[in-house]
């Protein structure tokens, strides 16, 4: 962790791509304040008609339908981890630092992402060996990712990097279409978490008889399409080395470039194997990178290239502590602070009251983080 003031801060900026910080800021954002919001207010609101078609991109689809908006906010997650890793590899690189200390910090930072994923969501915290999960969450997704990709820009060439990429994707892809097929209870990467993490699997329960209950409406999968969650990372890297690399009046026109010729192969695929976000298939996996490298283009475009930043600065308060903002927002509970101080609004807000109590809640957690942006204090997992 740094804590240095304004003037680290200053330091930061000449060392960071901004564009990252914003972008991980805006997906966090939504994840973490608008979103919840929203969903409260829509409910205070129920003849808004608009709101019924934001409330649908707010929302992970379905099995059979198409990709919404929401269904982008984790794999963009993922992607900007990835975007970071040719920066913070870079002294190891280029000898500046010995390339142990680099192996150090990828298995520290794994085990903490794993740990703290755990916390999040595989109930690591509630100490009950009956209802712990062991592998169920974003931040968990990201330790692999992190783990595949930062061991490969250490090691390999880039063009070894984009054949690792693409190898990732074709093993996926074989057992999920000749040992399976691609149905909710059928396919490949469902039986694979059954097989590996039994009990241990999110949504599993401890049944009447004694046995353990699979939730059938639970087709999250983990083990199995780790392999895609590592590819996504990559792309990411991908990206971050095109803005390390290249001259930035070009760089956002190869993402771009990039960006679009994800999004062909991943609808030209999608016929065969479908663009799907719960098991995380190839064609989903291109299509979700190709939007990813899109929305970084833009944000480079504007911030990196052009210098605007006005109005924008903000969403550093979320994408320059991630980690913190995740795990704080989905761990900590703020709603009982905001309803003990201001209950007597209950009366006066009627059905926006819950709306203002969760409001109340996400803009602590954003004091927190300007806070810690304005004091120059930034954790590094």
């Not at 353990?212 to 999250?220: E, I, R, S």
């Not at 971050?240 to 192969?265: C, F, N, P, S, Y």
Request: aromatic share 16%; charged share 15%; proline share 3%.
């Amino acid at each position: 962790m740094a804590n240095n003031s304004s003037s680290s801060v200053a330091q930061l900026k000449a060392g960071r791509l901004e564009s990252l910080d914003m972008l991980r800021g805006f997906d966090l954002f939504m994840l973490l304040m608008f979103q919840p919001v929203f969903w409260k207010l829509s409910g205070a609101l129920p003849d808004w008609a608009w709101l019924d078609w934001v409330g649908y991109q707010l929302s992970h689809e379905a099995w059979d339908a198409s990709f919404r908006l929401w269904d982008m906010v984790m794999p963009l997650f993922l992607f900007m981890s990835g975007a970071s890793i040719p920066f913070a590899m870079n002294k190891y690189l280029t000898g500046e630092r010995p390339r142990r200390e680099a192996y150090l910090r990828i298995a520290k930072r794994v085990i903490l992402l794993y740990v703290l994923g755990g916390v999040v969501q595989g109930n690591f915290l509630g100490l009950d060996p009956n209802r712990i999960y062991l592998y169920s969450n974003t931040l968990q997704t990201i330790a692999v990712g992190y783990l595949v990709t930062s061991l490969l820009v250490l090691n390999c060439s880039l063009k070894w990097q984009v054949v690792a990429a693409v190898a990732l994707l074709v093993i996926y892809w074989i057992p999920m279409t000749f040992c399976g097929d691609f149905t909710p209870d059928g396919n490949f990467a469902e039986k694979v978490d059954e097989l590996i993490l039994g009990r241990f699997r999110d949504g599993t329960r401890l049944g009447e008889n004694g046995e353990w209950v699979f939730n059938p409406n639970y087709h999250y999968t983990w083990i199995w399409s780790s392999l895609n969650f590592s590819v996504t990372v990559l792309l990411g890297s991908f990206a971050g080395q095109i803005t390390r690399r290249v001259e930035r009046a070009k760089a956002w026109k190869m993402l771009a470039t990039v960006g679009i010729g994800l999004l062909i192969w991943g609808k030209l695929w999608d016929p065969q194997m479908p663009i799907n976000k719960l098991i995380w298939s190839s064609s989903m996996t291109l299509w979700a990178g190709g939007w990813s490298f899109l929305a970084l283009a833009v944000m480079f475009y504007w911030v990196d290239y052009k210098g605007h930043t006005k109005g924008l600065e903000w969403l550093k308060y979320y994408g320059m502590n991630s980690i913190v903002a995740y795990v704080v927002a989905q761990v900590v509970n703020f709603r009982g602070v905001v309803e003990s101080i201001s209950y007597g609004l209950r009366a006066y807000l009627g059905d926006f009251y819950s709306a203002w109590i969760t409001f109340g809640s996400c803009l602590i957690v954003f004091i927190i983080l300007r806070y810690m942006y304005k004091r120059g204090i930034f954790l590094r997992v």
